[in-house]
């Protein structure tokens, strides 16, 4: 049985850094591509970063989110990371770590909720301005 479960989320001034941590088990997890999504009320989920198999040499970001967050993965304890600086309040949102799909995902990349397989139960993230 798999379960994807996050961490990390919280609440923190504009201008300050986050570090959300995912840990999915029951699965091979260093052969899957894995991602980040988050949402707001009222509004669709969007994806925010993902990352490639293996050694995650190919990752990607949403335009919003480029040069403040970076996402990495540690295959020996089965966690994916989303490392979030300069956060703005526009940051604010539940965001949901994604398990996508098995196998390689080329260097243009960018995970969709369709690709994804498993979902975590999400973590706030709350900026405050």
């Known amino acids: 049985q798999v379960q994807v479960v996050e961490s990390g989320g919280g609440l923190v001034q504009a201008g300050g850094s986050l570090r959300l941590s995912c840990t999915a088990s029951g699965l091979n997890f260093d052969t899957y591509a894995m991602g980040w999504f988050r949402q707001v009320p009222g509004k669709e989920r969007e994806g925010v970063s993902c990352?490639?198999?293996?050694?995650?040499?190919?990752?990607n970001y949403a335009d919003s989110v480029k040069g403040r967050f970076t996402i990495s993965r540690d295959n020996a304890k089965n966690t994916l990371y989303l490392q979030m600086n300069s956060l703005e309040p526009e940051d604010t949102a539940m965001y949901y770590c994604?398990?996508?799909?098995?196998?390689?995902?080329?260097?243009?990349?960018?995970?969709?909720?369709?690709?994804?397989?498993?979902w975590g139960q999400g973590t706030q993230v709350t900026v405050s301005s």
């Open positions: 990352i490639s198999r293996g050694s995650g040499v190919y990752t």
């Open positions: 994604a398990v996508g799909p098995n196998g390689y995902v080329g260097r243009d990349y960018f995970m969709r909720i369709r690709d994804v397989n498993y």
